[in-house]
């Protein structure tokens, strides 16, 4: 399985922007499929969005559709997801994780492979 590490995560203003990025090592990422998940304290890890192997297809949560952008660089072994307009209920610690499904996937159970996470706070 490869190996993934989030980065880009910090402390943002509501209306504000973060760009959180995945990279993965061990393990080319071409041919899997991969997805971003958040969770915020108390609550259960919940779909953000997600991306097919090859960019063809894109997949995103009804609650940050419009805000987020999803992308990858397969020669980089990178997964980044771009976020805007940013709100206090974004706020959670965002997962990267990737599927051998070569189609995005909204189930984290598709996933067997996930990094550490990294944390994003929106708050005045």
């Known amino acids: 399985q490869a190996r993934l590490a989030e980065s880009g995560g910090g402390p943002v203003q509501p209306g504000g922007s973060l760009r959180l990025s995945c990279a993965a090592s061990?393990?080319?990422?071409?041919?899997?499929?991969m997805g971003w998940f958040r969770q915020a304290p108390g609550k259960e890890r919940e779909f953000v969005a997600a991306i097919a192997w090859n960019s063809a297809s894109t997949s995103y949560a009804n609650s940050v559709k419009g805000r987020c952008i999803i992308s990858r660089d397969n020669a980089k072994n990178t997964v980044f997801l771009q976020m805007s307009s940013l709100k206090p209920e974004d706020s959670g610690v965002y997962y990267c994780?990737?599927?051998?499904?070569?189609?995005?996937?909204?189930?984290?159970?598709?996933?067997?492979?996930w990094g550490q996470g990294t944390q994003v706070t929106v708050s005045s």
């Open positions: 061990g393990r080319t990422l071409v041919g899997s499929s």
């Open positions: 994780s990737a599927s051998p499904l070569r189609l995005p996937s909204t189930r984290s159970q598709d996933y067997p492979s």
